[in-house]
């Protein structure tokens, strides 16, 4: 069976949210249209749910290709990490292994802190750890580094 790659499920999920955008700001027209003081309002607070959503949605198809852009530039300089961390039955990587990779990618930026690479790298090691949180904020970083060299 064929899997479906993260790019296909991320690009169809942003057609359904800018189809359901739409829908909301229709409505939106619909109930400013009316005239009447109450549905004005209503209809003025429903369509900046649709600017907020485009502006969300953007922001991470934007993330999601620097992203990518960075992965294939370390990709070909053979600076790429490695898929190769010990993992449990159910797919999630044992954490005191994540924990020590973690370690060595965080010395790596202190290291080398305008490396994007470096930052690159301790994202994915924030990933296997589980904070997500972090690893987005280590990504941004990588991503302001490359963009300054």
């Known amino acids: ?80 990490p490695t898929d190769d961390l010990p993992r449990t039955p159910s797919g999630r990587v044992v954490r005191e292994a994540a924990d020590a990779r973690f370690a060595v990618r965080q010395q790596e930026v202190e290291d080398a802190p305008d490396d994007w690479g470096a930052w690159f790298r301790l994202s994915v090691a924030y990933d296997d750890a589980g904070d997500r949180r972090r690893a987005r904020e280590a990504m941004r970083t990588a991503i302001e580094k490359h963009a300054e060299r």
């Open 1 to 80: 069976m064929r899997s479906i790659s993260a790019r296909t499920v991320s690009i169809v999920l942003a057609i359904v949210t800018v189809l359901y955008l739409v829908l909301i700001a229709q409505r939106s027209w619909e109930l400013i249209s009316t005239g009447d003081a109450v549905a004005v309002v209503l209809g003025v607070a429903i369509a900046v749910l649709p600017v907020i959503g485009v502006w969300v949605v953007a922001n991470e198809l934007l993330f999601g290709m620097r992203t990518a852009e960075l992965g294939r530039a370390l990709e070909a300089s053979g600076g790429l």
